[in-house]
C-alpha cells in the first residue's frame, strides 16, 4: 500500500504565496511522475503541474510562471510553490503520485487534498 499526506493549504489574499507538499509512504520501490491538480467548486478536476524523478516540469497555462513544483526523491516529497495568488487559483489541491511498488506492481494514488482559498 501506499499512502500520500497533503499539508500547506490554507487561506491567502490575492498576491500572497503558499506552499504545498505531499509525502508519499509505504512500500514504494520508485516513484516515477509526481504532480498536483486542482478543482474549484462546480468544475472537474483539472491538470496543474507534474514533475518528473529527474525534475522536469509541466505546468498548465494558467500557472506557469507564478507556480513552481518541486521534489525531494530522498524523501518522496512533492511541493508546489505557489506565487501571485488570484481568486481564482481557489481550490481544493490535489497531489497525485505514480510508481512502482516492491512487489514491482505499478501505483497510482491521490492525496486526500488540500484547500487553498484566495481573497480577493
Known amino acids: 500500500q501506499v499512502q500520500l499526506v497533503e499539508s500547506g493549504g490554507g487561506l491567502v489574499q490575492a498576491g500572497g504565496s503558499l506552499r504545498l507538499s505531499c509525502a508519499a509512504s509505504?512500500?514504494?520501490?520508485?516513484?516515477?511522475?509526481m504532480g498536483w491538480y486542482r478543482q474549484a467548486p462546480g468544475k472537474q478536476r483539472e491538470f496543474v503541474a507534474t514533475?518528473?524523478?529527474?525534475?522536469?516540469?509541466n505546468y498548465a497555462d494558467s500557472v506557469k510562471g507564478r507556480f513552481t513544483a518541486s521534489r525531494d526523491n530522498a524523501k518522496n516529497t512533492v511541493y508546489l510553490q505557489m506565487n501571485s495568488l488570484k481568486p481564482e487559483d481557489t481550490a481544493v489541491y490535489y497531489c497525485?503520485?505514480?510508481?512502482?511498488?516492491?512487489?514491482?506492481?505499478?501505483?497510482?494514488?491521490w492525496g486526500q487534498g488540500a484547500q487553498v482559498t484566495v481573497s480577493s
Open positions: 497525485n503520485v505514480e510508481g512502482v511498488m516492491v512487489t514491482l506492481q505499478t501505483f497510482g494514488v
Open positions: 509505504g512500500s514504494i520501490f520508485s516513484i516515477r511522475a
Open positions: 514533475i518528473s524523478r529527474g525534475g522536469s516540469t
